[in-house]
């Protein structure tokens, strides 16, 4: 308890803050199938299957021997309300700076605080309507909280505005396929990719993808994709 109320006031221990990277960078790898708005250099994506509304290990789960403790939900609350207090503090001087809450929403991302994201993501897109990286990572944490439709939607406006906007247009496809099973959309959505992003990073990646979509997409009801039971 005493390490929470330390973490509410916002002065963190050594151990707490190393605690709250290590948990960002878990978070990071685990949902890392989809890439992040902001991202300079998207994701890898990872193979289809890998796709899942959960980040990290379990909370209850017990560390290996001279590591920390996986944080519980509620203590990686408390660090990022702690980690925002900064950024709360000056949003009161300035609270139409959009890019601010765009950080305090990212702060709550990482964190897996998605709710709490979506609100701060969406004040921010109330002052500029067009921030499609703001968009994007707001769809994503939709899909998160396990609401593909609203995350489509979002991906939709970003393309919309930007049509070439190449996260958008790589975790469309991963919400397509894996939340809705429909193979035709992530096809198109990946394929799409390629075409206006020659030199897509992750090319190779996206290209296993549509194969391994339109492989399923071929089989017949009943019929074996030929992989193990997953």
């Excluded at 509304?53 to 203590?75: F, I, K, L, R």
């Excluded at 969406?122 to 921030?131: G, H, Q, T, Y």
Aim: net charge neutral; glycine share 6%.
């Amino acid at each position: 308890m005493t390490e929470i109320n330390q973490a509410k006031s916002g002065n963190w221990t050594p151990t707490q803050a190393y605690i709250f990277s290590v948990i960002c960078l878990l978070l990071g790898v685990a949902i890392g199938y989809l890439a992040r708005g902001s991202a300079t250099s998207p994701s890898a994506p990872a193979n289809a299957e890998q796709i899942r509304a959960s980040g990290g290990m379990d909370a209850g789960g017990t560390a290996p021997v001279g590591t920390p403790q996986t944080p519980t939900p509620e203590q990686l609350r408390q660090m990022a309300d702690a980690q925002v207090q900064p950024l709360l503090a000056r949003l009161k001087t300035d609270p139409n700076d959009a890019n601010l809450l765009y950080q305090i929403g990212n702060v709550y991302y990482d964190s897996q605080q998605y709710p709490e994201a979506v609100k701060y993501y969406e004040n921010s897109l109330r002052i500029d309507p067009k921030a499609t990286d703001v968009r994007t990572d707001m769809g994503t944490a939709y899909h998160l909280m396990g609401q593909p439709d609203q995350a489509i939607k979002e991906y939709d406006a970003v393309l919309k505005i930007y049509p070439t906007h190449a996260n958008a247009l790589l975790n469309r496809g991963m919400v397509k396929w894996q939340d809705k099973q429909d193979l035709e959309g992530a096809i198109a959505s990946w394929k799409t990719l390629l075409k206006v992003h020659p030199d897509y990073p992750q090319r190779a990646k996206v290209q296993q993808l549509i194969d391994e979509a339109e492989q399923h997409l071929s089989l017949k009801p009943g019929a074996s994709s030929g992989k193990p039971a997953q």
